[in-house]
Nanobody, 123 residues
Framework: QAQLVESGGGLVQPGGSLRLSCVAS????????QRWYRQAPGKERELVAD???????NYADSVKGRFTISRDNAKNMVYLQMNSLKPEDTAVYYC?????????????????WGQGTLVTVSA
Protein backbone atom coordinates (compact mmCIF):
# COMPACT_ATOMS: atom_id res chain seq x y z
CA GLN A 1 0.00 0.00 0.00
CA ALA A 2 0.93 3.64 -0.37
CA GLN A 3 -0.12 6.81 1.35
CA LEU A 4 0.03 10.52 0.57
CA VAL A 5 0.30 13.21 3.23
CA GLU A 6 -0.05 16.91 2.46
CA SER A 7 1.27 19.81 4.50
CA GLY A 8 1.78 23.54 4.21
CA GLY A 9 -1.76 24.86 4.26
CA GLY A 10 -2.83 27.78 6.41
CA LEU A 11 -4.17 31.29 6.51
CA VAL A 12 -2.62 33.87 4.21
CA GLN A 13 -3.54 37.38 3.16
CA PRO A 14 -4.50 38.17 -0.43
CA GLY A 15 -1.38 38.58 -2.53
CA GLY A 16 0.60 36.28 -0.28
CA SER A 17 2.29 32.95 -0.95
CA LEU A 18 2.16 29.42 0.36
CA ARG A 19 4.00 26.26 -0.55
CA LEU A 20 2.18 22.96 -0.26
CA SER A 21 4.07 19.69 0.04
CA CYS A 22 2.95 16.12 -0.45
CA VAL A 23 5.03 13.09 0.46
CA ALA A 24 4.33 9.56 -0.66
CA SER A 25 5.24 6.64 1.56
CA UNK A 26 4.73 2.89 1.70
CA UNK A 27 5.60 0.18 -0.75
CA UNK A 28 6.38 2.39 -3.75
CA UNK A 29 7.96 1.12 -6.93
CA UNK A 30 7.36 4.26 -8.97
CA UNK A 31 5.07 7.25 -9.17
CA UNK A 32 3.49 8.15 -12.48
CA UNK A 33 1.48 11.36 -12.61
CA GLN A 34 1.09 13.58 -9.56
CA ARG A 35 -1.72 16.10 -9.26
CA TRP A 36 -3.07 18.80 -7.01
CA TYR A 37 -6.83 19.21 -6.74
CA ARG A 38 -8.84 21.62 -4.66
CA GLN A 39 -12.37 21.78 -3.39
CA ALA A 40 -13.93 25.01 -2.22
CA PRO A 41 -17.00 25.04 0.04
CA GLY A 42 -20.10 24.17 -1.94
CA LYS A 43 -18.14 23.48 -5.11
CA GLU A 44 -16.94 20.40 -6.94
CA ARG A 45 -13.36 19.24 -6.69
CA GLU A 46 -11.26 20.67 -9.50
CA LEU A 47 -7.86 19.86 -10.95
CA VAL A 48 -5.36 22.62 -10.22
CA ALA A 49 -2.12 21.27 -11.67
CA ASP A 50 -0.44 18.05 -12.67
CA UNK A 51 3.07 16.85 -13.42
CA UNK A 52 4.17 13.74 -15.25
CA UNK A 53 7.02 11.48 -14.29
CA UNK A 54 9.05 13.25 -16.94
CA UNK A 55 8.29 16.68 -15.56
CA UNK A 56 5.66 17.92 -18.01
CA UNK A 57 3.17 20.22 -16.32
CA ASN A 58 -0.38 21.45 -16.86
CA TYR A 59 -2.36 24.08 -15.00
CA ALA A 60 -5.92 25.19 -14.65
CA ASP A 61 -6.48 28.52 -16.37
CA SER A 62 -7.40 30.11 -13.04
CA VAL A 63 -3.92 29.50 -11.60
CA LYS A 64 -1.64 29.84 -14.63
CA GLY A 65 1.20 32.22 -13.96
CA ARG A 66 0.61 32.14 -10.21
CA PHE A 67 1.06 28.48 -9.20
CA THR A 68 3.98 26.17 -9.93
CA ILE A 69 3.97 22.41 -9.49
CA SER A 70 7.23 20.54 -9.07
CA ARG A 71 8.39 17.15 -7.88
CA ASP A 72 11.41 15.56 -6.26
CA ASN A 73 11.46 11.96 -7.43
CA ALA A 74 14.26 10.97 -5.05
CA LYS A 75 12.14 12.05 -2.08
CA ASN A 76 8.76 10.95 -3.49
CA MET A 77 7.51 14.48 -3.04
CA VAL A 78 5.44 16.92 -5.04
CA TYR A 79 5.08 20.62 -4.30
CA LEU A 80 2.69 23.39 -5.19
CA GLN A 81 4.11 26.89 -4.94
CA MET A 82 1.21 29.33 -4.80
CA ASN A 83 1.88 33.03 -5.33
CA SER A 84 -0.38 36.06 -5.65
CA LEU A 85 -3.08 34.22 -3.77
CA LYS A 86 -6.67 35.39 -4.08
CA PRO A 87 -9.67 34.80 -1.82
CA GLU A 88 -11.12 32.53 -4.52
CA ASP A 89 -8.13 30.20 -4.01
CA THR A 90 -9.56 29.30 -0.61
CA ALA A 91 -10.16 25.56 -0.59
CA VAL A 92 -9.01 22.22 0.71
CA TYR A 93 -6.10 21.14 -1.47
CA TYR A 94 -5.61 17.45 -2.17
CA CYS A 95 -2.61 15.58 -3.48
CA UNK A 96 -3.30 12.73 -5.91
CA UNK A 97 -0.94 10.28 -7.56
CA UNK A 98 -0.86 7.07 -9.54
CA UNK A 99 1.57 4.77 -7.79
CA UNK A 100 3.02 1.42 -8.73
CA UNK A 101 3.24 -0.68 -5.58
CA UNK A 102 3.75 -4.20 -4.39
CA UNK A 103 6.43 -6.55 -3.12
CA UNK A 104 7.06 -8.23 -6.48
CA UNK A 105 6.03 -7.86 -10.14
CA UNK A 106 3.49 -7.56 -11.57
CA UNK A 107 3.05 -4.28 -9.76
CA UNK A 108 -0.31 -2.97 -8.64
CA UNK A 109 -1.21 0.49 -9.86
CA UNK A 110 -3.18 2.49 -7.33
CA UNK A 111 -4.66 5.94 -7.52
CA UNK A 112 -4.00 7.40 -4.10
CA TRP A 113 -5.39 10.52 -2.42
CA GLY A 114 -4.12 12.50 0.52
CA GLN A 115 -6.32 13.73 3.33
CA GLY A 116 -6.19 17.35 2.20
CA THR A 117 -4.80 20.58 3.61
CA LEU A 118 -6.84 23.74 4.07
CA VAL A 119 -5.75 26.98 2.42
CA THR A 120 -7.58 30.11 3.48
CA VAL A 121 -6.92 33.41 1.72
CA SER A 122 -8.41 36.26 3.67
CA ALA A 123 -7.56 39.70 4.98
Amino acid sequence: QAQLVESGGGLVQPGGSLRLSCVASGSIVSINFQRWYRQAPGKERELVADISSGGSTNYADSVKGRFTISRDNAKNMVYLQMNSLKPEDTAVYYCNARIATGPTPPWRFLEVWGQGTLVTVSA
